[in-house]
């Protein structure tokens, strides 16, 4: 199954519950919640705060990108918040295990996340015991940024080192896809599309996310 999750990052915050309210009549699937620093990345948005007035007026399942220092001591916080699904930066934390276990065990799916520039192979190990991973296809920090070309090869290779393990993970791709590359990306065998601009920067946005939801539709049926 194909998931499509829009990144508020490009919303209207001045009417978030309005924005998020489109996102339900255009049925989403998740809502992708950019966490960043300004340490981390060269950005700050915002926290758990947020997130947990968010889950407040919806239904629809929050998925939290944590692009910030020391994860490991907000996951608690983003827990009690309400979020499904926390992934924390390969590249911003040293004990990547100890982590991934504790958002499991609060029965949150788990993902690890990597920069466009990372390799899978520093995903060897940590891709036995992750729900997801989150591939960047720009580097992180910015909504509205150029699809980095060689990123598709990573897609490869992570689909192919989850045959090699023989295991379920989903792959989740963050960062420049728009209806003119979502199809090649899906057949590549992406699982999870982050959408932020190419949604939000759109005169309707419900209609752009069934357009979306169309495209990625077509693309299974072809592949049956
Ligand atoms: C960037 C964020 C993305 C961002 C994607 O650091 O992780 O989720 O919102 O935005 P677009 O789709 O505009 O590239
Ligand atoms: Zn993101």
Redesign the pocket.
Known sequence: MKILAP?I??ADFLNLGSQIKLLEKGKADLI?C?VMDGQF?PNITFGPILVKKITAVTKLPLDV?L?INNPENFIEDFVDAGAKYISVHYEGNVHTDRLINKIKSDNVKAGIAINPATPVSCLTEIANIVDYVLL?S?N??????LFIEYTKNKIVELVELRKKLNKNFLIEL????THRNIKELGDLGVDIF?????IFNTPDIPKTISNFKHILKKEIANNE
């Open positions: 990144s990052l490009s992708h950019d990345v990108h692009m960047m720009v992180p920090g910015f909504g509205g940024q963050d960062g420049g896809v982050v959408v932020g601009s190419s």
